[in-house]
């Protein structure tokens, strides 16, 4: 069963955040690192951020996007609440179609999938004057497409 967020406030976490050494850490452990040196080296890193901006390896919020790209979620996000959340994930932080869809990837069939879009476009496409939001609706439609190529 899909659970619709409301949207209008912005997400709020309430646990402890995590530090950077986490976050680096877990990113060196993704790709066999054991230094930000031994990373911007390595071969699956640059091919995996091939056509991204330049990283700034002293910010936090750089690791943090590639711990949301590459890792999964961050600790005390999940169950996000607020605009472009559905079903607990920032759509716009995340690419996680078949936990916004809620639906199991080694279960699901075609039809699933499809009735699980149809669901969110009614609510989201841009054509909705009460609930249609033309980025989310862009969103939910890539990652339609994703899951569909896959199958």
């Known amino acids: 069963m899909l659970q619709i967020v409301s949207f209008g406030e912005k997400s709020r976490f309430f646990s402890k955040p995590i530090k950077i050494d986490e976050l680096r850490q877990a990113v060196y452990n993704r790709f066999g690192v054991k230094n930000t040196k031994d990373l911007e080296k390595s071969g699956a890193f640059n091919m995996a951020t091939d056509g991204m901006d330049k990283l700034d390896f002293r910010l936090k919020s750089t690791w943090e996007m590639l711990y949301r790209k590459f890792v999964g979620i961050i600790p005390g996000e999940e169950n996000q609440q607020g605009y472009g959340c559905i079903n607990g994930i920032n759509i716009f932080q995340y690419f996680k179609p078949w ?33 249609g939001d ?18």
Do not use: C, W
């Open 99 to 131: 936990q916004v869809f809620g639906l199991d990837s080694k279960t699901a069939k075609k039809d699933d999938i499809k009735n699980a879009y149809y669901r969110l476009s009614k609510i989201y496409h841009p054509d909705n004057f009460n609930t």
């Open 134 to 151: 033309r980025q989310i609706f862009e969103r939910i439609d890539i990652m339609y497409k994703s899951i569909i190529a896959g199958l």
